[in-house]
């Protein structure tokens, strides 16, 4: 992760926790954000640390041993941000508990661990796309049946709403060319949403501490 997008998602975290202290509503949005910075620091060290220097090694061949299950580990953290998005929708714009969500997510990551090595490389990339594409059908789905239900429009809903945004994008462009080709464009893209949102907690932050 590049500095200034880490220390960004660092500083957004911060804020949403400051903001959620004050506002139980917006706890869920904390623990998303908060989830996003250190799974995203741990898919990092094990890719900087395991799988990139494995597949140096093996050439290709299928991990195997505690490598694949670091590779396994990291996929899961990888779907859980996309699972954390849905949840965040069902629990705000829902208003209900996202357990169904979670049950579709161990699901999901059971398959893609039993399934390998056929779910990897451009399989898992598409099996990838297909868990983004139902994770943003009941995001997009609840944010509209929260829109035309006409109830007030909060913070929490404003910035879950930014939050949903942003993984379309990430539909749209990342998935759309390759993700595991993408990456600059997803960090851009995340880089974007946490510049929106920093302002906005910052703001809601200013007003319960001052």
Excluded: N
């Amino acid at each position: 992760m590049i500095p200034a997008l880490w220390s960004l998602s660092v500083l957004v975290t911060v804020l949403a926790w400051i903001v959620a202290r004050h506002r139980p509503e917006h706890r869920p949005i904390a623990w998303l954000l908060a989830y996003g910075l250190v799974t995203d620091a741990v898919r990092e060290l094990i890719g900087a640390q395991v799988l990139r220097p494995a597949r140096a090694e093996l050439a290709g061949a299928p991990f195997t041993g505690w490598v694949r299950a670091a590779f396994h580990l990291e996929s899961a953290l990888f779907l859980g941000w996309m699972a954390g998005v849905a949840a965040l929708a069902v629990f705000i714009f829902g208003r209900r508990r996202p357990w169904g969500v979670l049950a579709v997510y161990v699901v999901a990551v059971a398959v893609l661990a039993a399934g390998y090595p056929t779910f990897r490389g451009a399989l898992l990339a598409k099996a990838y796309t297909a868990c983004e594409l139902a994770a943003l059908c009941v995001s997009v789905g609840c944010l509209l049946r929260w829109y035309f239900g006409r109830e007030p429009a909060q913070s929490h809903h404003f910035i879950s709403g930014l939050i949903v945004v942003a993984e379309l994008t990430m539909l749209a462009g990342p998935f759309r060319v390759g993700i595991f080709g993408a990456w600059d464009l997803a960090r851009s893209i995340l880089f974007a949403l946490y510049l929106a949102l920093t302002p906005t907690q910052g703001v809601l932050a200013w007003r319960r501490t001052s």
